[in-house]
């Protein structure tokens, strides 16, 4: 059976996607997956695949004497990947990106060793404009990234199955919801969101004259339960996030590449909040690429004062939801593990 190495962490956005890709595969090839012992680790342990650990320094964007560390940090990294994929070579090395890909993707360029990357972001991060020449195939998911390098491939952004299998009747259940009515979903990723989360708070009253509103507030958050007009339900996190797309008729959102694809594959209306400070602005990108295609709204983080009409406004807009029904923005897990099949010529055995 041919071996495949995962790699790609710092956020969820660098594992969940590859976590896509390695459920449809895990009984064709023998999977494992490299990153630090972040959020990668803490995913990749609940899935149930071998994890091996190699710790990157990550470049803060901003100057602090804490980047004066990285190339010492960086070496030995480097080091320590190489060690691995040289005593257990895989067959092929598929990273998702983030600081924690590239002793993965360096280790297996030094080793011979193919290696395939997939962008999430309209712009190319960081880590994919230095290791783009040490790679097979560059699949993105828009298809004007993949333009931008010459072994560039346009796949669409991996979605999981999970996602799609929602139910509405059943998820409101779930959750305690009404039945009837508007549903809001609000979630700000994997870490929550502390804009949103105050956003809610101080907006709550008001939008539960219009709204139900299911609210994953991040791991710090207390569960809570309220009923004034609407219902407000507020989590830490699910892990059914099927089941949470599901009862939503409308979503308030940061703009993750692998956040917004999803709610383009559900054709969930969506009100898009694109990160700010310590970004690199991709999240912003992302969301007016879509929002000039009317398939979303979006309100940057210094107007949340504007919520409440702001949420009214996509609910009465009639344009957008016609819009997404006739968009086509495909899952683009098959293809990925076309080009993956491509360059270990076929399915594993």
């Known amino acids: 059976m041919k071996r495949i190495l995962f790699t790609g962490g710092g956020s969820a956005g660098h594992v969940v996607p590859n976590l896509a890709v390695m459920h449809e ?3 064709t090839y023998a999977l494992s997956y490299m990153g630090t012992d972040g959020i990668e680790k803490r995913l990749i342990a609940e899935a149930g695949f071998p994890f091996l650990e190699v710790n990157c320094p990550k470049l803060v964007r901003a100057f602090t004497a804490e980047n004066l560390k990285i190339p010492f940090l960086l070496a030995r990294a480097k080091r320590a990947a190489r060690a691995i994929l040289k005593d257990a070579p895989p067959d092929l090395v598929v990273s998702k990106g983030g600081y924690a890909s590239y002793p993965a993707v360096w280790a297996a360029s030094r080793l011979g060793i193919p290696v395939i990357t ?10 994919t404009r230095l290791i783009a020449k040490k790679c097979r195939y560059v699949l993105t998911s828009f298809p004007e990234t993949a333009q931008k390098f010459a072994n560039g491939r346009w796949t669409g952004s991996p979605v999981r199955r999970e996602v799609l299998s929602g139910e509405r009747d059943r998820a409101r259940r779930k959750f305690q919801l009404p039945k009837e ?6 979630f700000g990723g994997g870490s929550g969101s502390r804009a949103l989360n105050e956003a809610i708070a101080a907006h709550l009253g008001k939008l539960l004259k219009t709204f139900s509103i299911l ?11 309220l009923e004034k007009g609407g219902v407000y339900v507020r989590k830490p996190f699910e892990t059914d996030m099927g089941s949470a797309y599901a009862a939503a008729d409308a979503v308030l959102a940061r ?16 009100l898009l909040v694109p990160l700010g400070k310590n970004s690199r602005g991709d999240q912003t990108e992302n969301a007016r690429y879509f929002e000039t295609r009317g398939l979303c709204r979006v309100l940057p983080e210094a107007r949340l004062a504007e919520l409440v009409p702001a949420l009214q406004a996509l609910l009465q807009d009639r344009a957008l939801r016609e819009n997404l029904a006739a968009a086509d923005y495909p899952d683009g897990t098959g293809r990925v593990i076309s080009a993956i099949e ?4 076929g399915a594993s055995e």
């Open 215 to 225: 609210h994953l507030a991040g791991r710090e958050a207390s569960e809570t339960r």
């Open 118 to 127: 997939h962008e999430s972001d309209l712009s190319p991060g960081l880590c």
């Open 342 to 345: 491509d360059v270990l010529g």
């Open 181 to 186: 009515g508007n549903v809001l979903l609000v």
């Open 255 to 270: 703009a993750g590449s692998n956040t917004v694809f999803e709610l383009l594959a559900l054709k969930k209306p969506a």
């Open 25 to 27: 595969l895990r009984y």
